[in-house]
T-cell receptor
Framework: DAMVIQNPRYQVTQFGKPVTLSCSQT?????MYWYQQKSSQAPKLLFH???????NEADTPDNFQSRRPNTSFCFLDIRSPGLGDAAMYLC?????????????FGPGTRLTVT | KNEVEQSPQNLTAQEGEFITINCSYS?????LHWLQQHPGGGIVSLFM???GKKKHGRLIATINIQEKHSSLHITASHPRDSAVYIC?????????????FGKGTLLTVNP
């Protein structure tokens, strides 16, 4: 049974056209993370929610926003996608932020910007 | 220098061979993850460990905290094991909720 679900799996958007990626979880975990992974690179943490508390990484561009309307869902909004934003976007969850808790990853959404 | 170093970067094996992928890290950690990513796909967590050894099927992960080193072993490798294997650590201080990732090891198992 899928525990961390990401929709869509593939997304094509136009340069400058806002796009929203979706993540949902059936684990009832407190923490939800969004990572960006560019080709042949390691995943890079963009931000995370600890319950309703939003935590942005210092180097995450303002173009990237996130919403968590409830425990199960978290959205990644890219306000004006550029060609450099084409990447795999990975959502992950964990029960808590403590290091003893494992992160569970979703299958990812591959974003193409034309 | 990256905080997490993996070796080798690329590994090609014949089906049935015993595989070892190594991970060294330079920071104090509270946990280490081994992750698997198939080409173009999402990430699957294989192991999380903070000491000793874990085994799941044909996969074995070990960690030596004193030497700051971990290994992932695959016994009786199979073409479906072909993937990128990523070591990631959670540091024990500061932003200890963040995973620091290695660059990954691309494993190709030929039939």
């Amino acid at each position: 049974d899928a525990m961390v679900i990401q929709n869509p799996r593939y997304q094509v958007t136009q340069f400058g056209k806002p796009v929203t990626l979706s993540c949902s979880q059936t684990l009832n975990h407190n923490v939800m993370y969004w990572y960006q992974q560019k080709s042949s690179q390691a995943p890079k943490l963009l931000f995370h929610y600890y319950d309703k508390d939003f935590n942005n990484e210092a180097d995450t561009p303002d173009n990237f926003q996130s919403r968590r309307p409830n425990t199960s869902f978290c959205f990644l909004d890219i306000r004006s996608p550029g060609l450099g934003d084409a990447a795999m976007y990975l959502c992950a969850t964990s029960r808590d932020r403590l290091s003893s808790y494992e992160q569970y990853f979703g299958p990812g959404t591959r974003l193409t910007v034309t | 220098k990256n905080e997490v170093e993996q070796s080798p970067q690329n590994l090609t094996a014949q089906e049935g061979e015993f595989i070892t992928i190594n991970c060294s890290y330079s920071v104090g950690i509270s946990a280490l993850h081994w992750l698997q990513q198939h080409p173009g796909g999402g990430i699957v967590s294989l192991f999380m460990l903070s000491s000793g050894k874990k085994k799941h099927g044909r996969l074995i992960a070990t960690i030596n905290i004193q030497e700051k080193h971990s290994s992932l072993h695959i016994t009786a490798s199979h073409p479906r094991d072909s993937a990128v294997y990523i070591c990631a650590v959670m540091s024990s201080g500061g932003s200890n909720y963040k995973l620091t990732f290695g660059k990954g090891t691309l494993l190709t198992v030929n039939p």
